[in-house]
């Protein structure tokens, strides 16, 4: 340790900035505990907001500048939160929830919303505040009323100006369409290929978290359609009790709908858009979701990807079985209804047929 100290005091404070900022977010912390000299300069908001920008290009948007460096610490802050993914470890989910439901509202967000393929970005977006799908134009006396019924209606959020939008691909050295076949092949191209990250920025507290898995959780073809596909992010979110939710879990799914076209080589995203469900299947309502993305900003965090794909499977299974036993509710209901009206009808025959 004497000797890596003396080696880097040989080197400018400029050449060893340099070598900081090409490490990954990961490898910076571990670098900066070995020397004061290398702490000081991990300190350095530029070097952070450097890997910001890299890792996350929608961070380099002016629109997000404002967003991410009110604080002090702002960059190092957003790395910290949004790397690692969420995990589902729910042990203690009642003591994630540091404010008042009542004090969340949408404006109180940020969003930060980059897809790449093959490690390259192909659009970026950033949304200050929530778009509620149901957002139009009010006056003042009807807004109140207005944001009462959409906290109460199915959450869904829809940010537009990623959807519909043309990706040519081949500039980086391959042909998106020669590289697959069938359908199938197609489907493994995209679960391998397309990366997804949808930050969750709370701009009062700082506080930031990823909601997307990364990678695809699930990728489907849609068969009565012309090439499109069905992308499945997401996280599990372990909620409190007081939510009342299924085993008190949450699975907030991001889905991405884009087209193949053969001819011109081009991958159209046609829809990008989030949603709370609960184990059930139904789609949590406004006000809830938002207090479980508030929770999310909380949750336990993990590297281990592989972690997290377990937890959305188990999820899963939940929701299968709930579904299960719902359907055989709906059967036993519908032989007792059916052996209701046989008993009836035979003790109808049996009064008016004559002794």
Not at 312 to 332: A, N, P, V
Request: charged share 25%; net charge negative; hydrophobic share 35%.
């Amino acid at each position: 340790m004497e000797h890596l100290q003396c080696d880097l005091k040989c080197l400018s404070r400029d050449i060893l900035a340099d070598i900081m900022a090409r490490l990954d977010g990961s490898t910076l912390p571990s670098a900066a505990c070995t020397c004061s000299d290398l702490r000081g300069i991990a300190r350095n908001q530029r070097l952070w907001k450097q890997l910001c920008n890299s890792t996350w290009p929608s961070t380099a948007l002016d629109e997000a500048q404002h967003l991410i460096s009110s604080s002090t610490d702002g960059f190092r802050r957003f790395y910290a939160d949004s790397y690692p993914l969420i995990s589902n470890d729910h042990k203690d989910a009642n003591n994630y929830f540091p404010i008042q439901p009542t004090l969340i509202s949408p404006s109180n967000f940020a969003l930060f919303i980059d897809v790449y393929y093959r490690e390259k970005c192909i659009t970026s977006s950033v949304l200050d505040g929530i778009p509620m799908e149901t957002d139009f134009g009010q006056d003042d006396d009807t807004t109140t009323g207005l944001m009462s019924w959409v906290l109460n209606c199915p959450f869904k959020v829809v940010p537009s100006d990623i959807n519909d939008e043309d990706i040519e691909d081949g500039d980086d050295g391959h042909d998106f369409v020669s590289l697959v076949g069938k359908a199938d092949d197609r489907c493994n191209e995209l679960k391998e290929g397309i990366r997804l990250s949808w930050v969750l920025l709370d701009k009062k507290r700082g506080k930031a978290g990823n909601l997307s898995s990364w990678k695809p959780l699930s990728v489907k073809k849609i068969w009565a359609s012309n090439g499109d596909y069905i992308l499945h992010f997401g996280c599990i979110i372990p909620v409190q009790e007081s939510l009342q939710l299924p085993h008190n879990l949450a699975k907030c799914l991001i889905v991405a709908r884009c087209n193949i076209e053969e001819k011109r080589g081009y991958l159209r995203w046609k829809e990008v858009s989030m949603h709370i469900e609960d184990t059930s299947g139904a789609y949590v309502n406004g006000g809830n979701s938002l207090i479980i993305l508030n929770q999310a900003l909380y949750c336990s965090r993990s590297n281990n990807r592989h972690a997290v794909e377990k937890g959305y499977i188990q999820f899963e299974g939940r929701k299968q079985e709930i579904i299960r036993k719902k359907k055989l509710e709906e059967t036993l209901a519908d032989w007792l209804c059916i052996s209701f009206e046989v008993v009836i009808l035979l003790i109808l025959g049996y009064r008016i047929l004559p002794i």
